[in-house]
Every structure is written in structure tokens, then in C-alpha cells.
Nanobody, 119 residues
Framework: QVQLVESGGGMVQAGDSLRLSCVAS???????????VTWFRQAPGKERDFVGS????????YYADPVKGRFTISRDHAKNTVYLQMNNLQSEDTAKYYC?????????WGQGTQVTVSS
């Protein structure tokens, strides 16, 4: 079992930066370092959208077009943590951000952290 807790959200102005964290607690099974992690976001009234992902080793990343060049995903295996560095935030980035850990057929989600960007 893997429990994920996101943090680092808040209210910022356009052009500001935030770093979100996704911290994992593993109670059984494989270590968190064997999971790929994906960040999603969901704005009010909209579907949950893919933001970016990182593989289990941390050496392969993908990003959605709207965030390319502004957002960066990284992971610290020693801390069981995946980060989402968000720079030059814009109002359209306002959403609740979720991380998901996946290994084989198992998916684990966090509860999300709210990011609000005012223009």
C-alpha cells in the first residue's frame, strides 16, 4: 500500500513560482522508487488533465504542452518524494493538483493541493 500526500499549493500572483511535493508512505510491497509518478490537475467544472510524469528511475519525463518549459518534475528517492516545480504561473494554471503513483496494475492517488493564480 502506498499513501500519497501533496503539499506546497497556495495563492500566488501571475509570474510567481511554486513547488509542489508528493510524499509517499509505503506500508507494504515494493519501494516507492519502483513507481512512476504522474501529476494531474483539475480546474472547477473541468476534467482532470495530465500535467507531467516521471519514470521510476527519474531519468525520463513527459509534460503536457501547456506547461512545457515552465514546469519541471523531479524526484528524491531518499525522501520518497516527487516534486513539481512550477515557474511563471498563469491564471490558467489555477487548479487542484494531484499526484498518482503507478506500478504494474496498481494506482495510488493523493488528495490534492490547491493552486490559485491571480492575474
Amino acid at each position: 500500500q502506498v499513501q500519497l500526500v501533496e503539499s506546497g499549493g497556495g495563492m500566488v500572483q501571475a509570474g510567481d513560482s511554486l513547488r509542489l511535493s508528493c510524499v509517499a508512505s509505503v506500508s507494504s510491497g515494493r519501494p516507492f522508487g519502483s513507481y512512476a509518478v504522474t501529476w494531474f490537475r483539475q480546474a472547477p467544472g473541468k476534467e482532470r488533465d495530465f500535467v507531467g510524469s516521471i519514470n521510476y528511475r527519474g531519468d525520463d519525463r513527459y509534460y503536457a504542452d501547456p506547461v512545457k518549459g515552465r514546469f519541471t518534475i523531479s524526484r528524491d528517492h531518499a525522501k520518497n518524494t516527487v516534486y513539481l516545480q512550477m515557474n511563471n504561473l498563469q491564471s490558467e494554471d489555477t487548479a487542484k493538483y494531484y499526484c498518482k503513483a503507478r506500478r504494474l496494475f496498481y494506482d495510488y492517488w493523493g488528495q490534492g493541493t490547491q493552486v490559485t493564480v491571480s492575474s
